[in-house]
């Protein structure tokens, strides 16, 4: 039995951020050209523009942020200059679309962008834009790029070409003709305590000053998510875990991860860090964490991410 400081269960859970996004994603028109063709020039239809990873914003003083939708009228004029589009779904009987402008040097001085706002990385925006609008952003982001690295068949070399929305990629070599679609690399991320007053955190050194997380791995060919768990944790940090427990997850666009989160429990004892992945890792209390005075010196993971939530849930405070 897991003791005081074990997590709720998923059903008692709010979705994550990015998760649980307002669009219906009509798979079902994805092959219909035409019904395509149709609401790509609807003037109702909305697009997400995306500039080499990062989304168009614009300052709002109640809310913090806001995200910019083109009509319609706007998108076409970028896609004559070479902007792809991707249908996400429906929303409200909106069709809203992904609008890649990965080929302009610079957005600033695009005519149909004028005036609108800013772009920024969605990792900066992301916790001051309302929740539904974060989930359309981060699914627009995680699609834009994946075109952009399968131009060309990983089979033949060959160039590709998008079909059924956007929602793959044929190559366009008559003695290949393979089809490719969209990536998501799975990864697990875990709150490690003792059963008690502990957890475990670590830092990596490219995390920003001050800031400790949970630990987290990619998930390997022929091997569960639970198997991932408990390597990760020893590889890591040489502890053993038990009752290993799924809790929610995330979709996380930085660049393509789906973040599997889960509790573990792991007797009190010394870490053997492992320093190529972690530069530091320790066990601290929950007063500790609730005290966390949020500063280069110490901070928990951003406000946006399973690792804070995962963390949040464990001390029963909101993220």
């Not at 942020?65 to 004029?77: E, K, M, N, Y």
């Not at 792809?84 to 001085?109: I, K, M, Q, R, W």
């Not at 709150?191 to 990619?218: E, I």
């Amino acid at each position: 039995m897991i003791g005081s400081g074990s997590l709720p269960p998923p059903a008692a859970l709010t979705p994550n951020v990015y998760a649980a996004g307002p669009l219906d994603r009509a798979e079902q028109h994805r092959r219909d050209e035409a019904w395509l063709a149709g609401v790509l020039a609807d003037p109702t239809s909305r697009f997400v523009p995306v500039w080499r990873d990062r989304h168009l914003f614009r300052e709002d003083r109640q809310d913090g942020a806001a995200a910019v939708f083109l009509p319609a009228d706007r998108a076409a004029a970028l896609m004559a200059g070479g902007a792809d589009v991707c249908f996400l779904g429906l929303g409200g009987g909106v069709a809203y679309f992904s609008l890649d402008l990965g080929h302009l040097e610079t957005p600033d001085h695009a005519p149909a962008l004028a005036g609108l706002g800013s772009f920024a990385d969605l990792r900066r925006i992301g916790p001051l834009l309302p929740r539904n609008d974060g989930a359309i952003l981060a699914h627009a982001r995680a699609l834009v790029y994946w075109h952009g690295r399968h131009r060309f068949c990983g089979l033949c070399g060959s160039a590709t070409r998008s079909e059924q929305g956007g929602h793959q990629r044929r190559c366009q070599n008559p003695d290949c003709g393979a089809v490719h679609f969209p990536r998501t690399d799975p990864a697990v991320i875990m709150l490690v305590h003792d059963g008690g007053d502990r957890c475990v955190l670590g830092r990596q050194a490219r995390f920003p000053a001050g800031m400790h997380s949970t630990l987290a791995g990619f998930v390997e060919p022929a091997e569960s998510l639970e198997d991932t768990v408990a390597r990760e944790v020893f590889e890591e940090v040489g502890l053993r875990v038990r009752d290993i427990a799924y809790q929610s997850s995330q979709p996380w666009p930085f660049p393509s991860s789906l973040m599997l989160g889960f509790q573990a429990v792991a007797d009190f004892g010394p870490l053997q860090i492992d320093p190529q992945e972690l530069e530091s890792a320790r066990w601290f209390t929950r007063s500790e964490l609730l005290q966390s005075p949020e500063d280069d010196c110490f901070r928990l993971p951003r406000a946006d991410s399973i690792a804070r939530r995962l963390i949040a849930d464990w001390l029963g405070t909101s993220v």
